[in-house]
């Protein structure tokens, strides 16, 4: 419902404007005086505000000032005297959306002149939703945590913010951040008003790479019906992010070494050489460099994409993060499922910090969330945690069922700890896989055969 606060010290303003809003269900908020509108405003944070120039205590022009700046998304109405020209030039001046003229004869300007304030203040609040939204995403770059390696990270992620570099690798398990200083290397960047896009070379086939990547020309291959701009094109003056680099096939690698090297390519069924301004920020959760050794990654693609190299290790060997981390997730936690939980209990903590993390930041969080949507008090106890939590550090990552009781099948013992896996990852199946060392294909397999 909107909402419109009058300001005026004359009683019958203030009901007739009641009265004529009212109509229009809209809420009205009165007051008397310019003190008492103020103390109203901060309260409700009204839509419109009509403020009487001439008010017993504080000056309307003062009040419209005040309101200017600390309500700027409330348009403001002066109410002035009839003939009063200069103090209607200069509230328009300080920001005053409109003015009405005293006494209200025609009470259809009233509405229309509220209407048209309600309709502006809609705009504004739509820009700064789409602001708030710009810098939410932005803050979702905050890289948190204590220890050295975290600490020099933010540090060499603001040094090369404000470089040219033009490609940076960044290399870490699983979880541990990549994608996450992919974009603190972009949205802190003057690049940052230009756009990030992402490309996830495992995901797209050899045949497809090319045209993503590059674009194509209409007819270039049978279903290219219209000219189609790639990725590189549509991230011109930004960054291209391409995660799991280590993924791209053979084939697509060389054309992507060619685009490095010469920083210009052509559309796929195209002559045109294009031209881009764009920084690559290549992520791998595997060694490219024993992958260059096999022969599953070409090494001038390597030395080409490993001119500023930057690893993140894994949390088990950052344990200072560990804690700063875990409160952060559970302040996040607590805003996104409307809980209040307070802290982690000491022994908690302890267990926290003693665990290995395979799954790294990614395992914290999920876990951390896991706790908040299940904890009913306002401390987080170590036997909420877990099962592989419970035996503390020596006992290490296994779980219950997979030291079990009974002698078991090796088939069986490994049966369990991929589920137990999984379950750390929500069932993501290539997540699981890379923390297990295996393929995707091996873990279908393996999952296959149980059943
Ligand atoms: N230092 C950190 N501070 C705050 N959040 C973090 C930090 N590191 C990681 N995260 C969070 O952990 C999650 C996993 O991070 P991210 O997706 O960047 O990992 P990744 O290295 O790209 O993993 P993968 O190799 O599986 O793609 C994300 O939700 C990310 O926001
Ligand atoms: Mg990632």
């Given amino acids: 419902?909107?909402?419109?606060l009058v300001i005026d010290d004359e009683r019958n303003i203030r009901t007739l404007v009641a009265r004529v809003l009212g109509q229009e269900n809209i809420?009205?908020?009165?007051?008397?005086?310019?003190?008492?509108?103020?103390?109203?405003?901060?309260?409700?944070?009204?839509?419109?505000?009509?403020?009487?120039?001439?008010?017993?205590?504080?000056?309307?022009?003062?009040?419209?000032?005040?309101?200017?700046?600390?309500?700027?998304?409330?348009?403001?109405?002066?109410?002035?005297?009839?003939?009063?020209?200069?103090?209607?030039?200069?509230?328009?001046?300080?920001?005053?959306?409109?003015?009405?003229?005293?006494?209200?004869?025609?009470?259809?300007?009233?509405?229309?002149?509220?209407?048209?304030?309600?309709?502006?203040?809609?705009?504004?609040?739509?820009?700064?939703?789409?602001?708030?939204?710009?810098?939410?995403?932005?803050?979702?770059?905050?890289?948190?945590?204590?220890?050295?390696?975290?600490?020099?990270?933010?540090?060499?992620?603001?040094?090369l913010a404000r470089s040219e570099a033009h490609t940076i690798l960044v290399q870490g398990e699983s979880g541990t951040g990549k994608e996450l200083v992919a974009r603190g290397l972009h949205f802190e960047s003057a690049r940052r008003s230009a756009p990030f896009m992402e490309v996830n070379c495992a995901a797209i086939t050899e045949t497809l790479f090319e045209s993503e990547l590059f674009g194509h020309e209409k007819g270039a291959f049978t279903d290219a019906k219209a000219t189609k701009k790639g990725l590189m094109e549509?991230?011109?003056?930004?960054?291209?992010?391409?995660?799991?680099?280590?993924?791209?096939?053979?084939?697509?690698?060389?054309?992507?070494?060619?685009?490095?090297?010469?920083?210009?390519?052509?559309?796929?069924?195209?002559?045109?050489?294009?031209?881009?301004?764009?920084?690559?920020?290549?992520?791998?959760?595997?060694?490219?460099?024993?992958?260059?050794?096999?022969?599953?990654?070409?090494?001038?693609?390597?030395?080409?994409?490993?001119?500023?190299?930057?690893?993140?290790?894994?949390?088990?060997?950052?344990?200072?993060?560990?804690?700063?981390?875990?409160?952060?997730f559970l302040t996040e936690a607590n805003t996104t499922f409307h809980k209040a939980v307070g802290r982690f209990g000491p022994e908690t903590e302890t267990l926290l910090l003693a665990y290995p993390w395979p799954g790294n930041v990614r395992e914290l969080k999920n876990l951390v969330e896991r706790l908040v949507i299940l904890s009913t008090g306002d401390t987080i106890e170590a036997g909420e945690l877990p099962n592989q939590f419970s035996g503390g550090a020596s006992e290490g990552v296994f779980p219950a069922d997979v030291t079990p009781r009974e002698p078991r099948t090796l088939a069986a013992v490994e049966l369990a700890y991929i589920q137990h896996v999984l379950r750390q990852v929500n069932n993501n199946k290539s997540e699981a896989a890379k923390i297990l060392g295996i393929t995707r294909q091996t873990l279908r397999k393996k999952l296959a055969e149980a059943t």
């Fill in 1 to 4: 419902m909107n909402s419109v």
């Fill in 27 to 159: 809420e009205v908020h009165p007051a008397a005086t310019g003190k008492e509108g103020l103390e109203m405003a901060y309260e409700v944070d009204p839509d419109v505000a009509l403020v009487d120039l001439r008010l017993p205590d504080i000056d309307g022009i003062q009040v419209l000032r005040e309101l200017r700046t600390r309500r700027p998304e409330t348009a403001v109405i002066m109410i002035t005297a009839y003939g009063h020209i200069e103090s209607v030039v200069m509230a328009m001046k300080n920001g005053a959306t409109d003015y009405l003229e005293k006494p209200f004869q025609h009470l259809e300007k009233l509405r229309i002149s509220v209407a048209r304030a309600l309709e502006e203040v809609k705009a504004r609040r739509e820009i700064s939703r789409l602001q708030g939204m710009q810098e939410g995403r932005y803050k979702t770059t905050q890289i948190i945590g204590e220890s050295g390696g975290t600490r020099r990270l933010r540090e060499i992620i603001s040094q």
């Fill in 234 to 328: 549509l991230a011109d003056g930004g960054t291209l992010f391409l995660d799991e680099v280590g993924e791209i096939p053979l084939a697509s690698q060389a054309k992507l070494l060619r685009c490095l090297q010469e920083r210009t390519f052509k559309r796929v069924g195209g002559t045109r050489d294009i031209k881009v301004d764009v920084r690559i920020v290549a992520a791998t959760n595997r060694s490219l460099e024993t992958m260059v050794k096999d022969g599953g990654f070409r090494e001038d693609l390597f030395y080409r994409l490993n001119v500023i190299p930057i690893t993140i290790p894994p949390l088990r060997e950052r344990r200072e993060d560990i804690l700063p981390l875990a409160r952060h």
